[in-house]
């Protein structure tokens, strides 16, 4: 997986549990406290912030890890 497709995953990842555990519902076992829908609003403002801007500081320490930032080329044998 590259970059891009890390962050969304992250993203997705945060969005969903802080959901689960913010959302105050009869049959929400995992609620802990509605503060967590903060952290819903902050990943929300990061992607709307990176689709605009093209920063993503998430990117940045991904990279600074080794993930690489595009994905490699597949070269088609034979005659075109």
């Not at 555990?21 to 406290?33: E, H, I, K, Q, T």
């Not at 992607?47 to 597949?74: D, M, N, W």
Request: glycine share 10%.
């Amino acid at each position: 997986m590259v970059v891009n497709d890390w962050i969304h995953v992250v993203a997705g990842s945060f969005i969903l549990t802080s959901l689960a555990l913010g959302v105050d519902l009869p049959a929400n076992p995992l609620f802990v406290s509605r503060y967590w829908l903060l952290l819903t609003a902050f990943v929300g403002a990061n992607l709307l912030q990176y689709g605009f801007s093209g920063f993503c500081p998430l990117g940045l320490i991904l990279k600074r890890l080794g993930v690489t930032e595009t994905a490699p080329s597949k070269k088609k044998s034979g005659t075109v």
